[in-house]
T-cell receptor
């Protein structure tokens, strides 16, 4: 089974520039998550999709961050304009079903390798 | 109060030691609980799910205490390869998101 694919793996930009990250989840996984992980901290949820609909984006800084999941498969996360504090690893994860699923194992998250962003 | 709190660590233990991590959560409606392992500069990977009755997987034992709202992870006979950051993950309700703790760093030394 192919895993969660993310690109690019690394990106260096200057503040006020824009950047986009791409994620392709595991085939058949309905739920897709974007997390931000700052060095030394745990992953922080930015947005959760169920198929192509947004379930939770309460922690997404909507003035500069946007995300979409067209056709309920691939997803892109965009930052525009970037700030120094956006330097982090952006992790995409997918699960077969939403987090509250009662089906054993269906809500387990599988992560991609992440996209490491450095904002100078 | 943070939604998910963990022992900050770091924990430095010799090979063969037993080490325990605790994690507390604030949402009493939480339903799913997990421990993930994250190696340096790698993505988190599932270590084990945590069930109400407690569960064991080899040298690893996870327990859940709903009344006190905490989960624990016990590692017996520590190996050098157990060195990693251990992340506590809690989910509350259908369609609710998975919330991660800040992680506890473990270093097992020869």
């Amino acid at each position: 089974e192919a895993g969660v694919a993310q690109s690019p793996r690394y990106k260096i930009i200057e503040k006020r520039q824009s950047v986009a990250f791409w994620c392709n989840p595991i085939s058949g996984h309905a739920t897709l998550y974007w997390y931000q992980q700052i060095l030394g901290q745990g992953p922080k949820l930015l947005i959760q999709f169920q198929n192509n609909g947004v379930v939770d984006d309460s922690q997404l800084p909507k003035d500069r961050f946007s995300a979409e999941r067209l056709k309920g498969v691939d997803s892109t996360l965009k930052i525009q304009p970037a700030k120094l504090e956006d330097s982090a690893v952006y992790l995409c994860a997918s699960s077969l079903e939403p987090s509250g699923s009662r089906t054993s194992g269906a809500n387990v998250l599988t992560f991609g390798a992440g996209s490491r962003l450095t904002v100078l | 109060r943070k939604e998910v709190e963990q022992d900050p660590g770091p924990f430095n233990v010799p090979e063969g030691a037993t080490v325990a991590f605790n994690c507390t959560y604030s949402n009493s409606a939480s339903q799913s609980f997990f421990w993930y392992r994250q190696d340096c500069r790698k993505e988190p990977k599932l270590l084990m799910s945590v069930y109400s009755s407690g569960n064991e997987d080899g040298r690893f034992t996870a327990q859940l205490n709903r009344a006190s709202q905490y989960i624990s992870l016990l590692i017996r006979d520590s190996k050098l390869s157990d060195s990693a950051t251990y992340l506590c993950v809690v989910s509350a309700g259908y369609n609710n998101d998975m919330r991660f703790g800040a992680g506890t760093r473990l270093t097992v030394k020869p």
